[in-house]
């Protein structure tokens, strides 16, 4: 089944810094990557997702990077905010998931420090 | 639009009982999928429900089962629980319907705790 290795565990950034975050994924038949935001005592949060027919998305202050042939995609933060800390989860799945669900990612804690 | 609601948020159960825990799907979605989270871990994929039936499972054993009823909320049954059950369980549903899951919504939770 599909392994999905998520870098680093922890980031701590200066507030306006960037911040990124790394994955990887085993299954060369994932076309699927969203990533979660998950506060405190709250669910994940669907922040940004990319398909794998495309190679970067944009959302504002969030993008997302997607490798195919190296199989792993990254997402960056630009201007950091106290409010962006969280943590945060990637995962990937076939066609959505479905039959296999979503794998995801053990999560990086992203501390902002003001 | 209401978001996706699980109830109960906290449980605390003896090793060996039963459990139910239940979840009301986003207005419109009519897929709901369940995912356990341990302490620090990330979500693992438990299974999905599409048209009542179970069309994706995970590797869990049969003591987790489930139902999704006609208005589309589901429950997860966990038979004979073990201290390793205690973890977050988490609701998700999509529009997306059989093999899909895009655009998921989560609810936020039930902690379960097995003594």
């Known amino acids: 089944g599909e392994n999905v290795e998520q870098h680093p565990s922890t980031l701590s950034v200066q507030e306006g810094d960037s911040a990124v975050i790394k994955c990887t994924y085993s299954?060369?038949?994932?076309?699927?990557f969203p990533w979660y935001k998950q506060e405190l005592g709250k669910g994940p949060q669907l922040i940004i997702d990319i398909r794998s027919n495309v190679g970067e998305k944009k959302d504002q202050r969030i993008a997302v990077t997607l490798n195919k042939t190296a199989k792993h995609f990254s997402l960056h933060i630009t201007e950091t905010q106290p409010e962006d800390s969280a943590v945060y989860f990637c995962?990937?799945?076939?066609?959505?998931?479905?039959?296999?669900?979503?794998?995801f990612g053990k999560g990086t804690h992203l501390i902002i420090q003001p | 639009e209401t978001g996706v609601t699980q109830s109960p948020t906290h449980l605390i159960k003896t090793r060996g009982q039963q459990v139910t825990l239940r979840c009301s799907s986003q207005?419109?979605?009519?897929?709901v999928s369940w995912y356990q989270q341990a302490l620090g871990q990330g979500p693992q994929f438990i299974f999905q429900?599409?048209?009542?039936?179970?069309?994706g499972r995970g590797n869990f054993p049969p003591r987790f089962s489930g139902l999704q009823f006609p208005n589309y909320s589901s429950e997860l049954n966990v038979n004979a629980l073990e201290l390793d059950d205690s973890a977050l369980y988490l609701c998700?549903?999509?529009?997306?319907?059989?093999?899909?899951?895009?655009?998921?919504?989560f609810g936020s939770g039930t902690r379960l705790t097995v003594v």
């Open positions: 998700a549903s999509s529009p997306g319907g059989t093999g899909t899951n895009y655009g998921y919504t």
């Open positions: 207005s419109g979605h009519n897929t």
């Open positions: 995962a990937a799945s076939i066609g959505g998931g479905g039959a296999d669900g979503l794998t």
């Open positions: 429900y599409y048209r009542e039936e179970e069309n």
């Open positions: 299954d060369s038949a994932s076309n699927y």
